[in-house]
């Protein structure tokens, strides 16, 4: 049997909650994957730097680096730690480096004549491309990518969503898979008052909207 919106109505909140607790892993993937691991590790590497030998006589304790003046004295740089810090590389090469192979070339779509125009369109209006690369970075790095297509002034529309913004519900009969996606959006109404915009995309396809400023489904 699968699920239904209405089966997690009374757990919204909980799958929100649940998620809000995977933001700072997404973060901090997302600075490995940006070659920020040195910076990510400041602190813990200026303090092991403190401890072997003459090197704690060229920082200070915000890291900031000094060199020996010919008084036999020394002068701070403009220099700290952070500018000099040698950073592991691996996260970020990776990730570029597949990434390179998954999308570094342009997809190649086999349409008819007539709809060559139409295809050529889409991809430059939409960025399609790019749109392509982003996702497999972000499924990469932190796991998960996800867009939608919506139509808008006629045209279709390719709508890269934030990962912090969607909630992954599980099968309520098999917790291994999906069993619905849910968009959850902070908003404000005309009087300034938050609530959450939630939409419920079923696997089959239906879409159920959800404001809780009325509490009601649309």
Known sequence: MPMTYRSIENAIEDYISTHK?????????????KNQVGQYHKDRIIKNLRLIGKISEYLDEKGNVYFPSANGGTYKTKLTISDILVEDTLPKTSVETIKTYTVGEKPKIIVQEEAREWL????????????????????????????????????AKVIILKIENVVIVPDEWNDTEAGLYMYVKECKDDLGNKYSHVEVFQKDGKVHVLNNKNKKFE
């Open 120 to 155: 050529k369109e889409f991809e430059i209006r939409e960025d399609i491309h790019n749109k392509e690369k982003k996702l497999v970075h972000d499924s990469l790095v932190v796991g998960d990518s996800f867009f939608k297509v919506e139509k808008y002034e006629g045209l």
């Open 21 to 33: 607790a995977r933001i700072p892993i997404m973060e901090m993937y997302r600075r490995y994957s």
